[in-house]
């Protein structure tokens, strides 16, 4: 099986946890458009979605699934997200499409965090993916000088303004040891949005592309 084959194994086991007419909270990334798309094949039995991104809104939309602002959604039952690492305490590194933000508002809603992801983002110790930050434009240089007092090496990803209007720094080197310290001193520096990091409120489900097909780990 190819990367790719794994993704949407995952995916497609996803369904699994979708509940008749609920609404569907969705996230971001290649992973999670093969979920939109196997999503498709039962749009009649659930009202809609709330997404994480304007590029995940269009192809629900695309799809005829109806997207909700999360504004006028009570609660989410169950979101489905990837990630970019998982370790074995279900924290995450999240954020390589620049939709972390609104991906940790949607997972703070949601009752339960359902990750799908190819065996290849399993880690012992995050860190090797470097981690994205949010950050208010104006703020970029500061925030940049403040991550190497944390042990960073922060790089702005050039090009790239997110969905909220603001940019991303990506942090290498870091030393992930404390996931949930780490994720609240990022987000403590004035200026910082969010983090990729998804300790504090990580995944309670793991759907595991493998060679072998989908593995549900809980
Ligand atoms: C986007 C994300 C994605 O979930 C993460 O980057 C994984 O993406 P993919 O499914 O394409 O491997 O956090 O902000």
Sequence with gaps: MTQ???????????LDFVQKDSIVGVGTGSTVN??????????????GAVSSSEESSKRL??????VFDLNNVDAIDVYVDGADEITKHMHMIKGGGAALTREKIVA???????????ETKQVSVLGNFPLPVEVIPMARSYVARELVKLGGDPSYRQGVVTDNGNVI?????????DPITLERDINALVGVVTNGLFAARGANILVLGTPNG???IK
Excluded: S
């Design 214 to 216: 989908a593995k549900v």
């Design 169 to 177: 720094l990506d942090v290498y080197n870091l030393d992930i040891i």
């Design 61 to 66: 939309r695309a799809h005829g699934i109806e």
């Design 4 to 14: 790719d084959e794994m993704k949407k194994a995952a995916a497609i086991k996803a």
């Design 108 to 118: 703070a809603v949601a009752k339960t965090f359902v990750c799908i992801c190819d």
């Design 34 to 47: 093969h979920f939109i798309d196997a999503l498709a094949t039962m749009k009649h039995d659930i009202e």
